[in-house]
């Protein structure tokens, strides 16, 4: 039981079965128009903004950090494109599309360099920090798009999620790319390892030479552009920005999908593919119910009741009074120090946050 | 320069931890006084107490934020609570209900609701963000449970108290939300000053471990706090209720983040031990007041208040930074 | 002089902790208006029992008695409840709340359920008064020092009446005048007829102050002395101990033996740290071992965190090769070619969930900053060579770090910074706590890399680990530095004589 469900993969698993159970046509993929279409590539589709999303937010995490903001860059970005292609002399052009999005991430850049900045350079709490944006940043958006859904008819624009590069939906195609991306990178670099050594021991980084101050501030940066494309698919989608509803809970359902994918809150070792999951878990979590037939605003609920399932069977205090019952109070726990030569008594402890 | 230097002389005299209050209060002033120069009818009485009427359930939703947040915890489900609340209530009233045990069965839901967190918190050890985000997800799912729509209220002692107007003489009123809103502030300031438990909520937030080694009742405070939080929420949509007259799946969305941002802008630290309630609802007062100018602006588009807000909780976290580290250089 | 019976009776008392017995039949007695020290070096069993007094630990063994009752508290409330109140090094008060309020917080005066502020501050300024404090009771603690802090603790432990009061290294963090001010209070109290327990690591302090101590080593009893009976030498005698053991094999060789003319290539004057250590001169030369020497809280720990950055020096100027250097943190420490392993190995060495592979590149991958990722065979090659170099057990570069043992941990942590060929290497304990044959391993290297021509600063409580490694010693003492010998003068005696007396003759 604690090791099903310690494995990210096993909700996700259940959900796809519990589907094919009600609608047996549900793994079923046809082609039309050159796209792909049926339930599965839906799930891809409408979950990439938050896998990307979440993704940003799992390496925040890692450094210990937390970032609140990213529903208000979604919000930011999509205002800034739509708007820029809006009020350009030809709406319609690839030009103006391009340098929409262009700007809209370069914007995203600026806002995850100030959040770095807050908590790297003023050492302001990361809760903190990240909420002076995400409260000032959906105003932001609705100062661009002056409050008005901003509609675009452009081509281009409307390609970050409407087309498809052989037969899959770019969205998918742009998500995955990222995250090869982000596997690569954190692979090829050692951005991966300093940032889990940041976050599993930040004195013993800083004694060993690492510079943890800018990498987190690329950790944020990295956050806020994966927001602003998370973004940008999500307008392209409706072909409008919503300056008041793009992105909603966005940053709470991202925390969730890396929680779920098993990266503790508490930083250090993370896992982009955990992350993946997590992200789909909730996406196939809400297709779940509208195929099953329950009305979709309930789907809050089963969010919450998963939500604290899989915290309460990761909870190290519920894992220990789980595996006491099991042991059936036999004996006392055994004390199996890792450092034999070490006399610390346990209950030493380390003046932690002050 | 010597205006500058004055207020450095005032700031010198005022106790580092009223500094941050008295701040707000200043902030509030100005901007009141600001908006009565600009605007005719703004100086008046009534715009001041029609601050505490449209805002009553803000100022009960941030005392049981105070509550909290001194402790270092967080409650990110009041807003969905107080959305629950108005359903619930609405839905009772429609199944022909009488008014009052609607009310009271409303807030001991609010107590249980917090209970249940706060002992998850305390006692499971998991991260109260964590915690109360479950429980804003599960509130706000339950509100649509009972019902997709809005459900009005015809119900007469509701309506009663919706619409009765206190009169304070002078062609000046309050709403009986306002007076309850008032009554909860002071058994706040009672509890938190006066009693026990109040002490140990600040010791908790001020320094857990110690507070343990004290001997104080740290579990008692620590889940106490979220009982407090979730009555207060469901109290609060008890008088969003009466402000609106329904309930609505969709009320209240995003207040979680105003009951927050008007604690930290009234002074309170979020990571616990400092504030004062009277601070939050200097905070709330501000928040409205931001409100009010706009109105009265009626040109200025409403998302300026966001951004004004987001720009207030900027100044006063840098500002808690600086004082954090002002103090901390103090005592070494 | 005292009364025949004791206070409190420790009788036979053992605490073990795992495999690892920290307490071995020990006993203590503390009697009424009596202060008594209790000495003894890190990891000797003070705080344990300390802790078994005060019902922190169960005992395995012996007896407690208080008032000659015997006794097993729960936990500190309980303890408190008999009249044995703890000050720990820490101040465990809150700083966001008044004086008067951590002086009564729980037991504050209460009237019809509403806390009587009046008959609190009242309270309060009594109890503040009883100890001639003159502090404000309604200014908020955070805003005094930590001494002031400290003795608002002590104020807090003697207010329920204690009949013994526990002082668990109080005095860690105070300057003289602030020592004076708590010895102050602790005679008062022990006028008052209070039995104090003192720890300290400060010998000036404990003969200032006690009356009669008790030694510990390796959570053995070495002994119970009035204080005017033992000198310093032979209290540091009993605490530090003499081991001959399998190091003696060591063969004391250093390679290049100091040649005053070769240039030091780190030289650090009048480096210092108010509240830290006093300003010091220091010179180590290509292939030397200086060791510095002297008790916990000496300043060993401290002046070495200021060579390498990990705190910052204010005031004196450091040179590496002859080239002055502005070391503000590790990260300038490092370009400059020092590398420092720390005394607390767990939160400031080992990152415990990384493998032993990146832990033993992180320095170097640090260097080279994370875009220039080293190689990953040249990684395995790295860890494949110092694991076998160093005999790191299990042999393996994926396992944890965490999962190592001490010893193993603290060669992973060696390795960290030898593969960075570092000019000067700073070694703060490296072999506390870990077992003898790591221990033999690890001497056997510093011995080696100075060979090689690393300029090696060695700190170690043990004495004669100092001694036997070190070309050169510098001796501290209460935070200054007091003599620095070479050569012949080397020598175990020595060194604890100028630990005992600071080099006043006659002490």
Known sequence: MRELLRKPIWPLVALLLLNLAVTPSFFAVRVQDGRLYGSLVDILHNGAPLALTALGMTLVIATRGIDLSVGAVVAIAGAVACSWIAASP???????????????LGLAVVLGAWNGFLVARLGIQPIIATLVLMTAGRGLAQLVTD????????????GISGSALFTVPVTVVVAAAVYALVALVT????????????????????????????????VYVFSALCAAVAGLMISANVHAADANNAGLWLELDAILAVVIGGTSLAGGRYSIAGTLLGALTIQALTTTIYSVGIPPEVSLVFKAVVVILVFLAQAPKVRALLARRRRGGSGPPPAAPTTPAAPAPAAETTGSGR | MTALAERARVAARVPTRFLPVVVTFALFVLMFAGGSLRYDSFASGQV?????????????????????????????????????????????????????????LVLAGGAVFGLAMGAVIHYLVIQPFIVTLAGMFLARGLCYVIDLQSISISDPVFRTIAQTAIPLGDDLFLSPSAVVALVVVAIAVYVLHMTRFGRTVYAVGGNQQSAMLMGLRVGQAKVGVYVISGTCSALAGLLFTFYMLSGYSLHAVGMELDAIAAVVIGGTL??????????????????????????????????????????????????????ARRSAAAST | MHPPRPLVEMLGISVAFGPVQALDSVDLRLYPGEVHALMGENGAGKSTLIKALTGVHPVDAGEIRVNGEPVAFSGPAAAQAAGISTVYQEVNLCPNLSVAENLLLGREPRRAGRIDWRGARRRAAEVLGRLHLDLDPSSPLGAHPIAQQQLVAIARAVEV??????????TSSLDASEVEELFRVIRRLRDDGVAILFVSHFLEQVYAISDRMTVLRNGRLVGEHRTAELSRRQLVSAMVGRELEVLDRLDHAPAAPADDEDPPVLSAVGLGRAGAIEPVDLDVRPGEVVGLAGLLGSGRTELARLLFGADRADRGEISVAGRAVRIRNPRSAIDAGIAFTPEDRKAAGVVGDLTVRDNIVLAMQA????????????????????????????????????????????????????????KVLILDEPTRGIDVGAKAQIQALVAEQARDGTAIVFISAELDEVVRLSDRVLVLRDRRPVAQLAGDDVDTDHVMELIATGGEAGA
Do not use: Y
Not at chain 3, 381 to 403: Q, T, Y
């Open chain 3, 367 to 422: 260097s080279r900053g994370w875009m220039r990722r080293i190689p990953r065979r040249r990684q395995d090659e790295l860890a494949r060579r110092w694991i076998e170099l160093l005999d790191i057990r299990p042999a393996d570069p994926d396992a944890l770090l965490r999962n190592l043992s001490g010893g193993n941990q603290q060669k992973v942590l060696l390795a960290r910074w030898l593969i960075t060929q570092p």
């Open chain 2, 48 to 104: 001041l107490l029609n601050l505490l009427i449209d805002n009553s359930f803000l100022v009960v939703l941030a005392v049981g934020m105070t509550f909290v947040i001194l402790t270092g915890g967080i409650d990110l489900s009041v807003g969905s609570v107080v959305a629950l609340s108005t359903m619930v209530a609405a839905s009772l009233l429609r199944a022909g209900w009488p008014a009052v045990p609607v009310m009271l």
């Open chain 2, 270 to 323: 979020l990571t616990g031990g400092s504030g004062f309630v009277l601070g939050s609802v200097l905070g709330v007062l501000v928040l409205g007041t931001i409100q009010t100018i706009l109105s009265f602006e009626g040109t200025l588009s409403s998302w300026w208040s966001r951004i004004v807000i987001g720009l207030l909780l900027l100044v006063f976290v840098v500002l808690q930074r600086v004082l």
């Open chain 3, 161 to 170: 009446d204690a009949r013994v009061l526990v002082l668990d290294e109080p």
């Open chain 1, 147 to 158: 409050g008005q859904i901003v509609t675009v008819n452009n081509d281009t624009f409307s």
């Open chain 1, 187 to 218: 692979r090829r670099t050692a951005l991966g390892t300093l940032v889990e050594a940041v976050g599993i021991n930040p004195e013993a980084s800083r004694l060993a030479g690492v510079r943890s101050r800018s990498i987190v501030w690329t």
């Open chain 1, 90 to 104: 030809d709406p319609a052009s690839p030009g103006a599309a391009l340098t929409g999005i262009v700007l809209a």
